[in-house]
């Protein structure tokens, strides 16, 4: 993981072994799960070709989608907090020429400067 290895210690991370145990269906030959953020019932896993969205839909949980986004896709992407201490943070991610950018909101078991880190460390590395 060497980069993001600091960043394992915070709430809302969820292990790589288990996140290749769980999606390793979804990932292509030599692509690897390097770190996940769990936010509710949503799932975000960033591998070392993309950024893979599952989001748990319904009041069952019964329907799931699975959003792929290569990172060279990504144009820009943005964090939203009132502060240190506020409870929700907001991430958005434009991807193309799209100009509707795919938003989520977190609650304060993701530290949204660490997952921003994350993402930034892949779009402009």
Known sequence: ???LSGIIGNAGVIDAEKLES???Q???EGEEVEIGFVVIRDTYV?????????DIQGMTGKKTSYFSVPYSKITKFSIETAGHFDLDAELKI???SD???VAKKFNRK???Y????VLATHVLG
């Open 114 to 117: 660490d997952l921003q880190r």
């Open 26 to 28: 979804l990932m292509a």
């Open 110 to 112: 993701v530290n949204i």
């Open 22 to 24: 769980k999606y390793g």
């Open 99 to 101: 100009d509707t950018p």
């Open 94 to 96: 434009w991807i193309g």
């Open 46 to 54: 960033f591998t070392n070709k993309r950024l893979i969205i599952v």
């Open 1 to 3: 993981m060497g980069l």
